[in-house]
């Protein structure tokens, strides 16, 4: 089993251009999330799912777009990159409580 | 919505002390309450959970313990070593699933 795979790990944007960044699941999990995670702020909630199809605003949406158009996969678009959204991306499925997290994406936007 | 605060936000120790962290939280709806572990560069990683229905929770050298009353838990660590050396978050949870995170509490273990 992978577990939770993020898709790309790094990425380097230029302020105004769009990227999608990938979470793939192979857990059979129901609930997927999105955090970004910045120094002394822990990780904050972007966006989350409960299940295929369904999506919902975590604490910090606004920039930030998802879709789950299969279980396995949740995919978080960033639609005109800011440098404020220069962060380390971190991907997670739960079936119960647990949370299972993918490796991280560091994004940098200049 | 539920707001976790966490603290210390650094704790040097050294090795064979003991560490303590603290969070609280808002919502007293919270019933789930885990704790993390970040090692450089790497993803966190559960360590320990604790339910509402429990006031303590042993695993060899780390332990959680939860007051609802003051709406707090806090992580213990004894005998701290130097692979203890990591961010530790703790989170809490009012159902669906969904955490909320403390801001961190970085933890160096000097030998």
């Known amino acids: 089993n992978a577990g939770v795979t993020q898709t790309p790990k790094f990425r380097v944007l230029k302020t105004g251009q769009s990227m999608t960044l990938l979470c793939a699941q192979d857990?059979?999990?129901?609930?997927m999330y999105w955090y970004r995670q910045d120094p002394g702020m822990g990780l904050r909630l972007i966006h989350y799912s409960v299940g295929e199809g369904t999506t919902a605003k975590g604490e910090v949406p606004d920039g930030y777009n998802v879709s789950r158009l299969k279980k396995q996969n949740f995919l978080l678009g960033l639609e005109s990159a800011a440098p404020s959204q220069t962060s380390v991306y971190f991907c997670?499925?739960?079936?119960?409580?647990?949370?299972?997290f993918g490796q991280g994406t560091r994004l940098t936007v200049v | 919505g539920e707001n976790v605060e966490q603290h210390p936000s650094t704790l040097s120790v050294q090795e064979g002390d003991s560490a303590v962290i603290k969070c609280t939280y808002s919502?007293?709806?919270?019933?789930?309450f885990p704790w993390y572990k970040q090692e450089l560069g790497k993803r966190p990683q559960l360590i320990i959970d604790i339910r509402s229905n429990v006031g303590e929770k042993k695993d060899q050298r780390i332990a959680v313990t939860l007051n609802k009353t003051a709406k707090h838990f806090s992580l213990h660590i004894t005998e701290t070593q130097p692979e203890d050396s990591a961010v530790y978050f703790c989170a809490a949870s009012s159902g669906g699933n969904k955490l909320t995170f403390g801001g961190g509490t970085r933890v160096l273990v000097k030998p």
């Open positions: 857990m059979n999990h129901e609930y």
């Open positions: 997670a499925s739960s079936l119960g409580h647990e949370a299972f």
């Open positions: 919502d007293s709806a919270s019933n789930y």
